[in-house]
């Protein structure tokens, strides 16, 4: 019997980018749901009863949540197609560390700058800080993984996306700050998997404008 797999998940959210990438790197035929997370749908909250999150990636009926832990699955289930993390052990630690100061680190920080009014420029230049530190480890390598597109390079790779926002809200230019980290990510959307995956930024820009308007803050 084929594998049924579905990914519940909202088009801007960074995180079901990261699925969606992994997904198409190992060539996983995948139902794609698309969510209002303002009325969420019986399914998202009976899969993710906790959070009631997106994404969900619902595999033969039985939910995977949390994309990091979502990428890790896949590869351990579909171990044929394009491996995501390293087999050696401090390799994968090291992936895993660096894959988790960007969930505790650039999403916290980046997010205040277009939902917290009054830190929009603080926010944004600690932001650069955070981009810079992650520069450092890139160095001069192709990924994150060196010459492998991988685990760490799917967790960054989808703010991408929403870095005009980030210059937008917080009156900076990463490009000019963070000019090898904008070559990394150019790189990246040579990809199928990614360039399929983020939405394009004026899209993302539009949304955002609208729930700042929503939430007040303009």
């Not at 190992?26 to 999150?53: A, T």
């Not at 929009?120 to 160095?139: F, P, R």
């Not at 994150?144 to 005009?164: C, K, M, N, Q, R």
Request: charged fraction near 30%; proline fraction near 4%.
């Amino acid at each position: 019997m084929a594998d049924e797999v579905i990914l519940l998940d909202f088009w801007a959210s960074m995180f079901g980018m990261r699925t969606k990438i992994a997904l198409a790197e190992k060539r996983v035929k995948y139902d794609h749901r698309e969510e209002d997370l303002w009325n969420k749908s019986s399914l998202l909250l009976e899969m993710n009863p906790i959070h009631e999150k997106i994404p969900v990636l619902i595999h033969n009926g039985k939910p995977v949540c949390e994309s990091l832990i979502q990428i890790e699955y896949i590869d351990e289930t579909w171990p044929d197609n394009n491996p995501l993390l390293p087999t050696d052990p401090y390799k994968r630690a090291h992936a895993k560390f660096w894959a988790d100061f960007i969930d505790k680190k650039v999403n916290v920080t980046a997010r205040r700058i277009w939902a917290v009014k009054g830190e929009e420029q603080e926010a944004a230049k600690e932001l650069i800080e955070i981009l810079k530190t992650l520069e450092s480890e890139l160095g001069d390598k192709k990924y994150f993984g060196d010459e492998t597109f991988g685990y760490v390079d799917i967790a960054l790779i989808g703010f991408h996306s929403w870095f005009a926002v980030y210059e937008k809200f917080g009156n900076v230019s990463i490009e000019s700050e963070c000019s090898k980290l904008v070559a990394w990510a150019k790189r990246c959307l040579e990809r199928e998997s990614v360039a399929k995956a983020l939405p394009e930024s004026e899209k993302v820009i539009t949304f955002i404008s609208e729930r700042r308007k929503k939430l007040g803050l303009e």
